[in-house]
Nanobody
Framework: QVQLVESGGGLVQPGGSLRLSCVAS????????MAWFRQAPGKQRELVAD???????NYADSVKGRFTISRDNAKNTVYLQMNSLKPEDTAVYFC????????WGQGTQVTVSS
């Protein structure tokens, strides 16, 4: 069974940066579209960004120009570089394949606050 392990979250001031990582124990990692999602308290989980096996990317309007998704297929790892963080970016961040078909990991908490 596929396992997803997210890391890299923390407490950061507005305007700061964080880099999230997600390791997937999946032999098919290199051929699937991976994505980052987030869920803020009291809100539904939402798509943040995704990246195809070929490296094409897509972003939610709320993070365009501030977040960058990337992947390292040799390490079965997908990254999310988050710059110019805002309080509204506070959420638990999860990775999954684009269609969310794998079991969810525990996520990593990102808190943006002064």
């Amino acid at each position: 069974q596929v396992q997803l392990v997210e890391s890299g979250g923390g407490l950061v001031q507005p305007g700061g940066s964080l880099r999230l990582s997600c390791v997937a124990s999946a032999t098919v990692f290199r051929v699937v579209t991976m994505a980052w999602f987030r869920q803020a308290p009291g809100k539904q989980r939402e798509l943040v960004a995704d990246i195809t096996s070929g490296g094409s990317t897509n972003y939610a309007d709320s993070v365009k120009g501030r977040f960058t998704i990337s992947r390292d297929n040799a390490k079965n790892t997908v990254y999310l570089q988050m710059n110019s963080l805002k309080p509204e970016d506070t959420a638990v961040y999860f990775c999954n394949i684009r269609n969310t078909g794998w079991p969810w990991g525990q996520g990593t908490q990102v808190t943006v606050s002064s």
